[in-house]
């Protein structure tokens, strides 16, 4: 890797964490290649990215960022995954850790705020963005569904009534 590659990669490593909710780091322990892809994979569609980073490129894409104080936990064979929302990364890469072991989470950062292994599986068992905007969708809107319910009853009851007495004259 020459010296523009370097910096081309240390300057999108810094506008991916300028851009980022949450940062997770994690361990890789001999993942293959399918499952390093199925990692991805499954990365996209939470709405996360995994990258692969050299220890020191990243910590220079770092600096001046407020994931500053992950420098310590890129040691070794460690990967990023990153997404716009706070819980998506950290969902994904728990949920994939479960089921390989190849796979190990070091910790994070949410913000500023540093997190370790157990603050980014409290932070993977928060519902998601996407869930949260549902429920208050779903709160805001019940409201509503029981007024239109109240308002017609007494209308349909009063058309009950009428049925009966004019099944009754019919009969």
Request: aromatic share 4%; glycine share 8%.
């Amino acid at each position: 890797m020459d010296r523009s590659q370097k910096a081309d990669t240390v300057a999108s490593l810094n506008a991916t964490f300028n851009e980022a909710g949450v940062v997770v780091v994690t361990r890789n322990l001999g993942l293959s290649v399918a499952q390093s892809t199925d990692l991805r994979a499954k990365m996209r569609d939470a709405g996360a990215s995994y990258k692969v980073a050299k220890n020191r490129l990243a910590k220079i894409a770092l600096k001046d960022t407020q994931y500053q104080g992950l420098e310590d936990l890129l040691s070794g064979p460690t990967a990023l995954a990153t997404s716009v929302d706070p819980v998506a990364a950290a969902k994904a890469a728990l949920d994939f850790a479960k089921s390989n072991d190849r796979i190990e989470i070091v910790g994070g950062s949410m913000g500023g705020q540093l997190l370790d292994e157990a603050g980014i599986k409290a932070l993977a068992s928060m519902p998601s963005l996407d869930e949260l905007r549902g429920k208050l969708v779903g709160l805001i809107n019940a409201p509503a569904t029981k007024v239109a319910q109240v308002v017609t009853a007494p209308a349909a009851k009063l058309a009950r009534v009428f049925g009966a007495y004019g099944a009754k004259e019919a009969a």
